[in-house]
């Protein structure tokens, strides 16, 4: 293997460059992730979850951009791990020892901060995703709601208009009961003058008491149908 610089290999050399800025690219790249996952979304309360976060697609296409700049890092550090160990100058081999050890723990941290904003845009997904299932039932329960208040409102009405129903229902009975109890009257008046007729042209009793029978059959007619008129209100009442 050429090495150059008392030790120094050219092919180490360009390898620390090329990792170098490898490092620097993905450092921008990480920066610009942390700047899309903290960009506004169109709605905050959106019903569907965002996959990647904020920055959506562009978040998730920068961070696997990231995530192959640190690949290629870390197998040009494990290469380059290789190259310095066969340097035969101690004091080269322990310069590019730090310098690879040094790039490997930057490269480290940079994975880290990659993967804890990774975890972090999972959880704003299943957060999100949680919000959706909790608005869409939120508006199942709101319309069975309202549904039970639609029965509620329409079982009122029903009521009503039974109370209604009853109370014509006992006005006509109350109607008819005063008109039987006028035309009781009435008959009675014309009873007590028609005995007074008879009494005073001097009818035999056969024919009185005739009357009377007649009078009682009456009487009972109209019991029956004020009895019939009151089993129909009852009827009224109670089939409602």
Same mark, same amino acid.
């Given at each position: 293997m050429d090495f150059s610089g008392g030790g120094g290999g050219a092919t180490l050399s360009e390898m620390y460059q090329s990792a170098r800025r490898l490092l620097l690219s993905a450092r921008d790249g990480v920066a610009r992730v942390e700047r899309l996952a903290s960009a506004p979304t169109s709605s905050s309360y959106s019903s569907a979850p965002l996959v990647g976060g904020g920055g959506g697609a562009g978040d998730s296409a920068a961070a696997e951009e990231v995530r192959r700049e640190v690949a290629q890092?870390?197998?040009?550090?494990? !290469?380059?791990? &290789?190259?310095?160990?066969?340097?035969?100058?101690?004091?080269?081999?322990?310069?590019?020892?730090?310098? %690879?050890?040094?790039?490997?723990?930057?490269?480290?941290?940079?994975?880290?901060?990659? =993967?804890?904003? +990774?975890? @972090? !845009?999972?959880k704003r997904v299943l957060e999100a995703k949680e919000r959706a299932e909790l608005f869409e039932r939120a508006n199942g329960e709101?319309?069975?709601?309202?549904?039970?208040?639609?029965?509620?409102? !329409?079982?009122?009405?029903?009521?009503?208009?039974?109370? &209604?129903?009853? =109370?014509e229902a006992y006005e006509t009975g109350v109607a008819i009961l005063h008109k039987y109890a006028d035309q009781r009257d009435r008959l009675k008046s014309a009873q007590r003058k028609a005995l007074d007729i008879?009494?005073?042209?001097?009818?035999?009793? +056969?024919?009185?008491?005739?009357?009377?029978? @007649?009078?009682?059959? =009456?009487?009972?007619?109209?019991?029956?149908?004020?009895?019939?008129?009151?089993? %129909?209100i009852g009827t009224v009442l109670f089939g409602n």
């Open positions: 890092i870390q197998g040009l550090c494990a !290469q380059m791990d &290789r190259l310095w160990r066969s340097i035969p100058a101690k004091g080269q081999r322990d310069l590019w020892k730090r310098k %690879v050890e040094q790039l490997s723990e930057e490269v480290d941290s940079l994975k880290e901060t990659l =993967d804890r904003h +990774s975890l @972090r !845009q999972k709101s319309s069975h709601v309202l549904r039970i208040f639609d029965d509620e409102a !329409q079982a009122m009405q029903s009521a009503r208009s039974s109370s &209604r129903m009853l =109370d008879l009494n005073t042209v001097g009818l035999s009793n +056969s024919v009185l008491k005739l009357i009377e029978r @007649r009078h009682r059959v =009456d009487k009972w007619i109209a019991y029956a149908g004020m009895m019939i008129t009151m089993v %129909v």
